[in-house]
C-alpha cells in the first residue's frame, strides 16, 4: 500500500508565495509519475502540474510561470511552489501518485486560500 501525506497549504494574501508538499510512504517499488489537481467550489477539478518519474513536467496553462512542480526521489516527496498566486487559484490542492497503470493514488487534500 502506498500513502500519501500532504503538508503545506492554507490562508496567502494575493501575489504571496505558498509551498505544498506530498510525501509518499508505504510499499514503494520504484519512482511514480506524481502532481497536483485542484478544485474549487463549483467549478470542474483541474489538473495543475505534473512530473514524471525522469523529471519531465506539464503545466496548466492557468499556472504556468508561477507554479513549479518538483521532486527529492530520495524522500519520494513531490512539491508544488506556488508564486503570485491569486484569488482564483483558491481551492482544494490534491496530490496524485500513479502507481501502476490502473492504480492512482491520493492524498488527503489541502486547502489553498488566497485572499485579503
Known amino acids: 500500500q502506498v500513502q500519501l501525506v500532504e503538508s503545506g497549504g492554507g490562508l496567502v494574501q494575493p501575489g504571496g508565495s505558498l509551498g505544498l508538499s506530498c510525501a509518499a510512504s508505504?510499499?514503494?517499488?520504484?519512482?511514480?509519475?506524481m502532481g497536483w489537481w485542484r478544485q474549487a467550489p463549483g467549478k470542474q477539478r483541474e489538473l495543475v502540474a505534473g512530473?514524471?518519474?525522469?523529471?519531465?513536467?506539464n503545466y496548466a496553462d492557468s499556472v504556468k510561470g508561477r507554479f513549479t512542480i518538483s521532486r527529492d526521489n530520495g524522500k519520494n516527496t513531490v512539491y508544488l511552489q506556488m508564486n503570485s498566486l491569486k484569488p482564483e487559484d483558491t481551492a482544494v490542492y490534491s496530490c496524485?501518485?500513479?502507481?501502476?497503470?490502473?492504480?492512482?493514488?491520493w492524498g488527503q487534500g489541502t486547502q489553498v486560500t488566497v485572499s485579503s
Open positions: 512530473i514524471t518519474s525522469g523529471g519531465s513536467t
Open positions: 508505504g510499499s514503494i517499488f520504484r519512482i511514480y509519475p
Open positions: 496524485y501518485a500513479d502507481v501502476n497503470v490502473m492504480l492512482r493514488k
